[in-house]
């Protein structure tokens, strides 16, 4: 599914250069469960990023489904985020002033999908996460657990084969930090591929695999 294959993204930082990912390969199979670990500053994020089509790569090729990433315009990037790829972050990014079933609902709209199926599809996933009853409430007036949940909620509204997680734990506490892996080890025994940056080894070692980035290199650590 994930094919990267000497992936460099560099940056100019005054005079000189910032390898944020130096020479990458990383081959991810449908349905693996993937944790990627790291110190501050390694890299973690630029990888999430590439893999996620926020960014693109200066050398080296990335492949999603067989698909040669690199060629693809903005447009046809967003297309694929929007289809193929659920984004679950650290901070939530929910929109404020829209309740917690709009928020879901707002992928579907970028696709067009019609009213009635997308009430359908929003009340199917607030189920999934166990906030039915929440649905009609602002981001402010749920928990920091509850917001992470909603934010689930909209990555698997559009029915994603991919959910990338950077840090989806990093600002809850140990029992809301379970809720939450909980959930996504069951979109993964669904079928699902995940992967998931985490500075929490107790969560990197509940994915089948771990991915240590250092200096923008990769090196798969045995669990």
Not at 33 to 58: Q, R
Not at 101 to 120: D, H, M, Q, T
Not at 153 to 158: D, G, L, Q
Request: proline share 3%; net charge neutral; hydrophobic share 35%.
């Amino acid at each position: 599914m994930i094919d990267l294959k000497n992936v460099s993204r560099i940056y100019q930082v005054g005079s000189g250069k910032v390898y944020a990912l130096d020479k990458a390969t990383l081959h991810v199979d449908k349905g693996e469960f993937v944790s990627i670990t790291g110190p501050s500053g390694s890299g973690k994020s630029t990888l999430m990023n590439i893999i996620g089509c926020l960014d693109t790569a200066d050398s080296g090729t990335y492949l999603l489904d067989d698909i040669p990433i690199e060629d693809y315009t903005e447009t046809e990037l967003a297309k694929i985020r929007n289809r193929k790829i659920g984004f679950v972050f650290q901070n939530f990014n929910l929109i404020n002033k829209l309740t917690a079933e709009e928020n879901v609902e707002l992928p579907l709209i970028y696709r067009g999908v019609g009213k009635a199926e997308r009430k359908s599809r929003v009340s199917e996933a607030l189920e999934r996460v166990n906030l039915t009853n929440w649905s009609r409430h602002l981001p402010s007036e749920l928990s920091g657990g509850q917001q992470q949940r909603v934010a689930i909620a909209r990555a698997i509204i559009t029915r994603p084969s991919l959910i990338l997680g950077d840090e989806p734990t990093g600002n809850l506490d140990s029992k809301t930090t379970d809720e939450i892996m909980r959930i996504f080890r069951e979109l993964h025994q669904q079928g699902n591929t995940i992967m998931l940056i985490t500075h929490d080894r107790a969560i990197a070692e509940q994915a089948s695999r771990i991915i240590h980035i250092r200096d923008g290199k990769l090196s798969e650590v045995r669990i």
